[in-house]
């Protein structure tokens, strides 16, 4: 089942990625595999070719059908103005804006039922499975910055959004199903918890038993990030083993039998994967689970590689595009890099140490060495859906891990014994006590977090052309290991060249981000009225411009930008123009400029935002890393920079009324 499923995932990941003439390609060569097996005897012996051929042919056919019959039916919706639908989901608050799920009942003058993502600029006065009307919407694709769909909503089933400066009309409520007091129970949960707790430690609980991240600052997230320890925040399979642990302990202390503890534990298993929302990475989970569970009543033992592929081919065929969902991608690779690598790892460090006396330091250095262990096998599978997705990785893992697993283990737990018995009068004492302890360990952790999240180099930024040198180099060195491991059975020549390749990407990145002559590039950026350059020196960077508004710099500036402690945005330069403040806002806060340049112009209309030290003129001139010339000039008849850099001169206009064959001699020389 491991090799049907991950054959199924991987068709439909290159079908969502390449398109639908590559679920074509696919059902013509499984079909001619199978051909070629059932009309060549001597192929029969095998059961591999068929398998991988039937995997194939599935998963393109059920792609077509569900691009066709699902994607392309909202897709034709594009550009409509009205829809009638109802709220299922609570609204959930990203940047300035409130979202809310729609299960569509008509859109335009068409019946039809679709997952709609609704925006608005305010929390709406609508309640869950109200049925609500707006006339007046913008109905569009979700994009990404370079214009191709976005795979996060793909992933969650969602084809279309919207949004409307005009408040939608309630018609009615529609009638309670289970599903509403499921999400009823679910504000509940995060209600008490933000009554029991404030801020970002408020959020980590909430994250802990909910996976919502929506109530942890962007700040903190990001510090999550580069320490290696966002996985802590969407719940997945550490979260769902230890609830699934914890309560089967608990059920055995009071005597239920073992396969009475199981099925309740299934059941378990079904309610919180409905709580958190239905996550991939929570269904992957509860699923790799429930067939070592259910194994139980067949008196079988569960294999952990054929659940995994069984749980990812259950997804898959629901919803082929739930392969783009990065929290799905990484829960599976990291499972897989447990189960093939530190499972075996971690039993030869306990052989290792078996023979010590003193029993509790031997528990001691095992746990330590079985979460660095664990750690490292995932850093190693997730690598390459980290460096696609997020563009770096995170040199501090295996330390902040160290530090935080145990905690947030034991934060989730507190927090969720203490939601469960705040619902008990009677012990709410003992609700309130646990809520306190939660509190104190979310404290902790929070100060681990941003502590190390905030060193210089706990993240380094991958360099896409390292990347691909490093990728085609691994690829040769597994290839020879491989062979070496088939004919010596031996794993060695497989361990030294995973640890080069390991140390190899390291380096090479961090050489790339070091300041050269070589490393230096600019980028124009059009982000809407002025443009906005970008200029780039390693891990230093230049921002000649500011975008008007904060989609510029969302979208935009933070693809060229990486958001990293190790990050230097040496200058700031602001033309004339309009102020974007929320961009000027965010560009301050993230990235910290060392310094800044105004226009004189502009200094005077802003001076309730610029801070005193900014510099202002209507001319400016810097030397950046010592070879690169940047002149800013505003004249009457232009307003443009202008940058030197080996032998080469460049001039960017930033106003698009600039008349350039006005500008002075002493300018243009």
Known sequence: MFVFGFTFAAVCFACCKTGVYSAYISVLVSVIALLVFFF??????????????????????????????SYKKAVAFEGETAFTGKIISLPQKISNSFQYEIETESIGEKFVKLKLLYSSSEELDCDVYDCISISDAKIFLPKNADGKDSERYKSRGIYLRAYSFDMPQILFTYQKTPLYYVLMLRKSIINTVLESSSGDRAGIIIAMILGDTSYISPKTQEHYANSGTSHL???????????VSFLVVFLTIFGVKKKAANLISLLFLVFFTVVTGFSPSVIRASLMLAVILISVFFKRRGDSLNSLGLSVFLITAINPFAVLSVSLRLSVMATLGIITMGKYYCGRFAKLVMHMRIVLLKRLIVYVADIIIITV?????????????????????????????????LTMIFGGLGVI???????????????????????????????????????????????????????????????????????????????VCLVLFILGNVAASLPSRSNIRGTVLDVGGSPVIVLQNGRHYALLGCPRDSGGFEYELRRFIPQMPSTCLDLLLIPNENLGRDSYNNIVENYSPKEIFTDFSLYKENKNLLSDNVKKGTTAKYLLWGEVDISYYNTNNVNCVIIKFGGKTIMVSLCPSNDISKISLDIAT
């Not at 095998?46 to 398998?51: D, R």
């Not at 925040?233 to 609830?243: N, Q, R």
């Not at 180099?457 to 491991?485: E, H, K, M, R």
Request: charged fraction near 10%; proline fraction near 4%; include cysteine.
């Open 421 to 499: 018995i705040n619902y008990s009068e009677i012990f709410m004492p003992v609700a309130n006590l646990w809520f306190a302890i939660a509190d104190m360990l979310a404290g902790v952790i929070l100060s681990f977090v941003n502590t190390l999240g905030s060193l210089t180099f706990s993240a380094l930024p991958v360099n896409t052309t390292v990347y691909a040198f490093w990728l085609a180099g691994t690829a040769l060195l597994l290839i020879c290991s491989i062979i070496i491991f088939f004919r010596k059975k031996t794993r060695f020549p497989l361990e030294v060249t995973a640890a």
């Open 233 to 243: 925040l969407a719940v997945s399979g550490l979260h769902v083993s230890i609830w």
């Open 40 to 69: 060549v005897r001597s192929l029969r012996k095998t059961l591999e070719i068929p398998l991988v051929a039937a995997a194939v042919l599935l998963s393109a056919v059920i792609f077509l059908l569900f691009l066709n019959l």
């Open 377 to 409: 096998c995932a850093f190693i599978s997730t690598l390459p859906v980290t460096v696609a997705v997020f563009g770096k990785v995170s040199l501090i893992a295996p330390l902040t891990n160290l530090l935080v697993v145990f905690l947030s283990s």
